[in-house]
Antibody, heavy 125, light 106 residues
């Protein structure tokens, strides 16, 4: 079974750094892209960016370019989303997601059919 | 960027009703359109990909249509478990979600 398991909830202060994780299992991690999606409390879904572990390539939404860093460690089948300096506006639930069907780089035709359980990030002074 | 606009933003309906949600893209996305269902406190679930293909395990009362810029998600006979928020997503050029449609019980 293809599964994504995310790291636990975080409470941080503005200006702090943070790295959350998403561990894949049940499939060949390097051959499938992993995307990150933000959901601010009470709001909709926003695509942040996607990484393709096999080629260490990452694409970002213009809204998040320069604000976060998305990466992956193939050796432990884990993708990451990190911030160097958090803001209160980063308070949200962050989901990782992938396609269990498409193994082409950044091919989203089959949608995101496997999702992590979400990581809640709270940034407050 | 490709913008996605869903309508309506919210919808009240009864069990057994047929409902349709629309999604419009700011430019042609051919058939690169996906639909998701999200319930409170849960991760989204994929319903439809490629505009009209039903994802595995999704009930046949869900159907998708359209191409180019205009798309629909139809639920033929609402069931109690269908009351949720629905999102469209274009996958033609990177990814963009619509703002969501909240489906509530009348």
């Amino acid at each position: 079974e293809v599964q994504l398991v995310q790291s636990g909830a975080e409470v941080k202060k503005p200006g702090e750094s943070l790295k959350i994780s998403c561990k894949g299992s049940g499939y060949r991690f390097t051959s499938y892209w992993i995307g990150w999606v933000r959901q601010v409390p009470g709001k909709g879904l926003e695509w942040m960016g996607t990484t393709y572990p096999d080629e260490s390539d990452t694409r970002y939404s213009p809204s998040f370019q320069g604000q976060v860093t998305i990466s992956a460690d193939k050796s432990i089948s884990t993708a990451y989303l990190q911030w160097s300096s958090l803001r209160a506006s980063d308070t949200a639930i962050y989901y990782c997601a992938t396609s269990s069907t498409s193994s082409d780089i950044f091919d989203y035709y089959y949608g995101m059919d496997v999702w992590g359980q979400g990581t809640t990030v709270t940034v407050s002074s | 960027d490709i913008q996605m606009t869903q309508s309506p933003s919210s919808l009240s309906a009864s069990v057994g009703d047929r409902v349709t949600i629309t999604c419009r893209a700011s430019q042609s996305i051919r058939f690169y359109l996906n639909w998701y269902q999200q319930k409170p406190g849960k991760a989204p679930k994929l319903l439809i990909y490629g505009a009209s293909s039903l994802h595995s395990g999704v009930p046949s009362r869900f159907s998708g249509g359209g191409s180019g810029t205009d798309f629909t998600l139809t639920i033929s006979s609402l069931q109690p478990e269908d009351f949720a928020t629905y999102y469209c997503q274009q996958s033609y050029s990177d990814l963009t979600f619509g703002q969501g449609t909240r489906l509530e019980i009348k």
